[in-house]
């Protein structure tokens, strides 16, 4: 059963190390392989699903002794409440697909103060966090979790705040520059360029360049930063011009990557090819862009989450956002992980180091002594028809 609690907490939403304006353009996943799959192919029929019901919004939650409480934390009210809603649909769509009858998911509002919706949960008598979003959510509530015994496994990419008590769901750009870039030098690039903007973001992004392409056999030529303005942008463009590269990693969103072709290609790059992060995956319009054309990005296999977002307009009426694979997918792991979780006791954290890994909406994964999910990645490649995979997925590893 899913609920809703409201309380208190921050109002901002932005993939890690993003400006939320670079966020906002992005609104345009588990059970152990082979063990539980979420039906996402279902015989057509002409009778509309029934509805889900709402969460009721209530301040104290009922007594339960056949279930376990776990807490959904995602913004809910402000300006990424349709994101964290559309999690949170995706987390009740999974709960129900699974019959999880172990598990009580009751959401939580993140969007007024993390920690404040973390103390909630805490006193509802949660035994684990599914989120926060952002990375600084993740520190404001990861100390109260851990001081409850409570396991965090988090949407951020920000790999600076995992910790002992903290995993990470979210999608890492450094697992896409490097997938990506590895694909490059199998085709026969090997001298790299970088487009960063300055950030967090982009600070992790030039690093994963740099070791990606050395690791590769490759190497990084030029690497220039820039402000996102017109100009800071023209003229990073300008500075790369002055060496020779064969490819050009724009690690920022599609319409950044958009912006900055028609100046790589006037200023000497006419054959250089465009290489992007899973930033790209949440923009489905750039493959109307005959200027990205060809560009390679890294990132997981849309083909299931294609058939869950059919099936949640059939149920919500409307489209889910890309991040909605992070709850439908964690609660996948959790009821996977509940099959062998006593009722009344701990969250068994154990049970997330499967070398074997998981399956879900975006595929195989698993987590490793770094406490962020590692995923098998897909190189897709940009085009009209909405473009094609050049280099599939490992199934699983």
């Given at each position: 059963m899913a609920d809703a609690a409201t309380s208190r907490q921050p109002r901002i939403w932005s993939i890690d190390g993003m400006r939320r304006a670079s966020v906002i353009a992005l609104t345009l996943l588990l059970a152990a392989c082979g063990a539980v799959v979420p039906r996402t192919q279902r015989p057509a029929s002409h009778t509309p699903p029934p509805p889900v019901a709402k969460p009721s919004q209530q301040g104290n939650l009922p007594e339960d002794n056949e279930r376990?409480?776990?807490?959904?934390?995602?913004?809910?009210?402000?300006?990424?409440?349709?994101?964290?809603q559309s999690i949170a649909n995706a987390a009740a769509l999974a709960l129900a697909d699974t019959g999880g009858k172990k598990l009580r998911i009751t959401n939580y509002d993140t969007a007024t103060g993390a920690a404040a919706a973390a103390q909630k949960a805490l006193a509802d008598g949660n035994q684990l966090f599914l989120g926060p979003l952002l990375g600084e959510d993740v520190r404001a509530v990861s100390g109260l979790a851990a001081a409850a015994h409570v396991p965090v496994i988090a949407f951020s990419n920000d790999a600076s705040v995992v910790g002992d008590n903290v995993w990470l769901l979210g999608f890492s750009p450094a697992q896409s520059v490097d997938r990506v870039v590895r694909y490059a030098k199998s085709q026969g690039l090997t001298r790299f360029a970088g487009l960063i903007p300055q950030g967090l973001y982009g600070r992790n992004a030039s690093r994963a360049l740099i070791r990606s392409a050395e690791a590769a056999g490759g190497s990084v030529v030029a690497m220039q930063n820039y402000d996102r303005s017109a100009k800071s942008l023209a003229a990073a463009v300008t500075a790369l011009s002055k060496q020779r590269y064969d490819a050009v990693l724009i690690a920022d969103s599609g319409r950044i990557a958009v912006a900055s072709v028609p100046l790589i290609r006037k200023q000497g790059g006419a054959s250089v090819r465009l290489l992007g992060t899973e930033l790209w995956n949440a923009e489905p319009g750039l493959?109307?862009?005959?200027?990205?054309?060809?560009?390679?990005?890294?990132?997981?296999?849309?083909?299931?989450?294609g058939q869950l977002a059919k099936r949640y307009r059939a149920r919500y009426g409307r489209t889910p956002y890309r991040l909605a694979s992070l709850g439908y997918d964690s609660v996948l792991l959790t009821v996977r992980i509940a099959a062998d979780w006593p009722l009344k006791s701990p969250f068994p954290v154990g049970k997330l180091a499967d070398e074997g890994g998981f399956s879900g909406v975006d595929g195989a994964f698993r987590f490793g002594d770094s406490h962020i999910a590692e995923r098998a990645l897909a190189v897709h490649q940009l085009g009209a028809g909405g473009g094609s995979i050049v280099s599939p997925a490992p199934k699983g590893f």
């Open positions: 376990h409480r776990v807490a959904l934390l995602v913004p809910l009210s402000g300006s990424a409440a349709a994101v964290g493959n109307a862009s005959a200027a990205m054309a060809g560009a390679w990005f890294a990132s997981v296999d849309d083909t299931v989450f």
